[in-house]
């Protein structure tokens, strides 16, 4: 028997294009992408991100000497930037638009149409009804019955049309075309997102400071702390302003009974903005209500307390005064660790490493501690070191650590001799002939954030639209009504018979209310007393 069958023509490449096209536009492609968006953005809170903290990825990599190498090669310390979250993202912003512009112009065409065809049998529809009523009685014609319907339904927001088929009068209304505009309305958000979104990280930028009461910063790349640009950014587009702590002002919860007594509840810190111009503003920036200045928003990150430290060397000169950064230990108490290396005092250079306590409680048999977190009793306890810091050969350190295995020690607490200085008691001889050190007193300190995101507003804007779109789609219902009249007979007597039904596009259970509704009108409008099948 000869085979029938024939092979399918190849599809060449203009035809497997054509194939790859319709799968990616296809909207089920489309969210399965965002899937993967969100899954391939998972590495990036369970790995170190290089952009964000590159110590701790050269830690892991160091501390993880088979799995690190692959990983950094896989781009799992570069998530955001590598080249297959790239390949992801980019895949669903052109499936988006594949999915949202044909279905687009599709909608319109539909709009322009007039509703669709009157079915021959309208009984056959899911709602239906039908309304019988003497001629005689209404003085109602088949075509004034038409109109009446069509201004009806018109003005229940139907687009209507009057039409002859089948050899009768039928009015066709359809709604909820908003329904599918929310659809796209929805998709097409959801490409302002991914733009703004990619905007952002192109053209953004973090960054972070410590900033001390009294002092200012400058916003240049030289004056932060550490600063993450965006792809694309060039520092040198930085705009030119300044910042000034003028005083940082925390409230504490004094309520005895209170299980959070001595916690602190707020904070506030009073800035001072100079803009290019020279022109000063006022402005006051708190926890969750951060401050915009040229663009730029500045957010309360942190705060703590940066005791201020007079050391004089052996030779009676000045080797360091001013305010030194504590770090919260992170206890309620704001125990901050304090690291301070003098490379410029002589005979030796000079390393400390204590903490600083608030609210100091200490005695002889103890160990020091902070038992409030506001600064009724400031304490400050160090050990002092000397010898080579290893500042000198250019190898970059962290300035809140202090190695002392290469450092002779001078004064510790276990040799008996550890440095306690109270506002009383403020000063101490540091052994060996080797100078003094002096606690004058303390300030506060913020953390701030500073974040310009070009793109920021155009996600307000497109999440906002997303949210409205979705509302639109899930509560604007789709349907179809047709209303026909013809004249019949009731026990040899004339009469108006008028017939419709209701189609819904997608579930809705409200139909049948809707049929109801209309029954009520046209009775209503028509004043008649009828029977109802």
Known sequence: MANTEKDAPALGPLGMLRWAWTQLTKMSTAMFLLLMLAVAAVPGSVYPQRIQDPTRVTDYIETHPTWGPIADKLQLFDVFS???????????FISLIGCVLPRAKKHWESMRKPPARTPKRLDR??????????TEESGLSPQQAMEDAR??????????????????????????????????????????VLIGVAVGALFGYKGQKILVEGDTHVNSLISYDSFTPGTNYNPD??????????????????????????????YAADLTFTDSKGKDQKQTLKVNEPVRVQGSNLYLSGNGYAPIIKVEDGEGNVAFEGPVVGLPTG??????????????SSPDQLGFVGMFLPTGDYAATKAP????????????????????????????????VLDTATLNPLNTMAMGNGIVLTEEANQAELPGNRGTITFEGYKRYVGLDVQYDPGQGLVLVSALLVFGGLIISLFVPRRRVWVTAQETQIDGTKAIEVEYGLLARGEDPRLVLEADKLTDIFADRWGLEFGED
């Open 82 to 92: 590598s080249f297959w979250f790239a390949a992801i993202y980019l895949l669903l």
């Open 125 to 134: 529809l899911p709602v239906h009804r039908t309304l019988t009523f003497p």
């Open 151 to 192: 201004a009806i339904l018109k003005k229940r927001g139907y687009r209507v049309d009057i039409r002859t088929e089948h050899g009768f009068t039928s009015v066709a209304a359809e709604r909820g075309y908003l329904r599918e505009i929310g659809n796209i309305l929805f998709h097409t958000a959801m490409i302002g």
């Open 237 to 266: 587009w930085l705009e030119p302003y300044s910042v000034t702590l003028d005083k940082f002002t925390v409230e504490y919860d004094r309520q005895e009974d209170s299980p959070s007594y001595g916690d602190d509840i707020s």
């Open 331 to 344: 206890d309620p108490n704001y125990t901050s660790s304090i690291v301070l290396k003098i490379p410029d």
């Open 369 to 400: 501690v902070s038992i409030d977190a506001a600064p009724l009793n400031p304490t400050l306890v160090l050990q002092s070191y000397y010898g080579d810091l290893g500042l000198d050969d250019g190898t970059p350190q962290n300035v809140y």
